[in-house]
């Protein structure tokens, strides 16, 4: 892989419950457990950046390739949900779940188009393989 971006960001403190920045400061905040982890539910967690991230690139990764195939991706959107649980050996594991809008497309367009955007998206690459993610189109 050749980079074209690369990102910056330092996580200080007591790790989840503790500070993240990016290098520039458009990120700049503070990390908190979730209450079902028993904290405060303050701050936000990993989880919840990482839902925002893949939501963000898989729409983007979506509009790119609708854009290839001349559909219409007006009003479409990406939504996130990105679960943590415990492993069998007692480790942790992620599980993601897409559901993806295109009001503006058929339904077997629209799949296809979420199919394509899977094969696209980075956030997709990266988990390919190590994590279940699910994708789903919205019905109207």
Do not use: W
């Not at 520039?24 to 908190?32: M, P, S, Y």
């Not at 303050?42 to 390739?65: D, I, K, M, W």
């Not at 480790?91 to 199919?115: C, M, R, W, Y």
């Amino acid at each position: 892989m050749t980079p074209i971006y690369t990102a910056e960001a330092l996580a200080t403190g007591d790790g989840r419950n503790g500070h993240a920045r990016t290098s520039d400061g458009k990120v700049d905040l503070d990390l908190d457990m979730p209450k079902e982890l028993g904290g405060s539910g303050v701050g936000t967690n990993p989880e919840q950046l990482f839902a925002a991230g893949y939501a963000a690139c898989f729409h983007s990764a979506l509009r790119l390739v609708a854009g290839q195939a001349g559909a219409d991706v007006t009003d479409s959107s990406v939504g996130a949900r990105v679960s943590l649980g415990s492993t069998d050996s007692g480790g942790f594991q992620l599980a993601v779940e897409l559901e993806v809008t295109l009001p503006a497309v058929a339904e077997d367009a629209a799949h296809q188009l979420v199919n394509m955007a899977h094969e696209v998206c980075p956030y997709s690459n990266a988990t390919r393989g190590n994590i279940e993610v699910n994708l789903t189109v919205a019905e109207d």
